[in-house]
């Protein structure tokens, strides 16, 4: 196997989303994961990228100086670039990712064979070049939110019609919303490798029949539009654009229907929270984790 090189940066959990983009370009593969000791670093993440090809210094020490700017940290993080030996990398640290269980979903790697617990639903994600595999506390707030709209009726049915997951990432939101439901769910990101890695993965978990992926920014592609309206939307992406969207979202989703938001921070609630309301949209559940929230939106019924 040829070598290859890897390019470590720690950064605190609210600039992880910002930082997985810069390198995103840089990169080959990407890994996210938080430290987990009780160091100086514990409660941050760690971004691992691996390339084939050395990194370009001058284009990777631009982009993490924009990143640094864009998240609002002080001094930009201590990148460490370095050529690693012939070895299998990206095996080696999909190995290191234990199963992950959030209610009743249960999240696991390829590399895992034994068996999940009774009754769970099964998604197999790797850590790859498209943000979400379950481990960021956005993610795990989403999980947690479908989970608790699975024990929910949806006006006079048990379970909503047509999904949308915003944003879908490896799409852990949209095949979470499938496996629990059996409906149809579109599935959007406007990145051609999350596109990509998406529809890897619905077709490795066995469920295209339910899923469709489609590129798209945001609400613009007339599919996603004429895909409603949607009984839920599902968007774990950053606060700003979740902000933005509020509007054709509000529009998009059916009387009665729920939004579920996150990717924001517990300080940027009261902000994207605001930007609904105005919209006719109530507040219906909140899913504090660490620094991060999670939040549930219904639009009310018609009379």
């Not at 390019?7 to 938080?34: G, M, S």
């Not at 009780?38 to 990228?49: F, H």
């Not at 699975?150 to 499938?178: E, F, I, N, S």
Request: proline share 7%; hydrophobic share 45%.
């Amino acid at each position: 196997m040829a070598d290859l090189w890897r390019v470590d940066v720690v950064v605190p959990a609210a600039a992880v989303p910002t930082f997985e983009a810069a390198l995103d370009d840089q990169c080959d593969a990407l890994l996210c994961f938080e430290i987990a000791d009780d160091g100086p670093e514990r409660g941050a993440w760690r971004l691992e990228g691996v390339s084939a090809q050395a990194p370009d210094r001058a284009r990777l020490d631009l982009a993490l100086t924009l990143a640094t700017r864009a998240a609002g940290l002080p001094d930009a993080p201590p990148v460490t670039v370095e050529r690693l030996g012939p070895r299998d990398w990206v095996a080696d640290n999909l190995r290191a990712f234990p199963p992950l269980d959030v209610g009743r979903f249960h999240l696991r790697g390829s590399h895992v064979t034994t068996p999940p617990p009774a009754g769970a639903r099964r998604l197999v994600v790797d850590a790859a070049t498209a943000f979400g595999s379950g481990e960021h506390p956005t993610t795990e707030g989403c999980l947690r939110a479908l989970d608790d709209l699975g024990k929910q009726r949806w006006g006079h049915r048990r379970r909503p019609r047509r999904v949308l997951d915003m944003g879908c990432g490896t799409a852990v939101l949209a095949m979470a919303a499938a496996a629990q439901w059996h409906r149809p769910v579109l599935a959007v990101d406007m990145d051609a490798e999350a596109v990509r890695v998406a529809r890897d993965n619905v077709r490795r978990n066995g469920l295209a029949a339910c899923v469709d992926v489609l590129r798209s920014d945001g609400f613009r592609d007339r599919r996603v539009r004429a895909g409603g309206p949607y009984d839920l939307i599902l968007a774990n992406i950053l606060a700003r654009p979740l902000a933005a969207m509020a509007r054709s979202a509000a529009r998009t989703l059916a009387p009665g229907g729920r939004i579920v938001l996150s990717g924001l921070l517990a300080s940027q609630e009261a902000r994207v929270a605001n930007a609904y309301r105005r919209h006719g949209l109530v507040l219906e559940r909140r899913y504090p984790i660490a620094e991060w929230m999670t939040l549930v939106l219904r639009k009310p019924a018609r009379r």
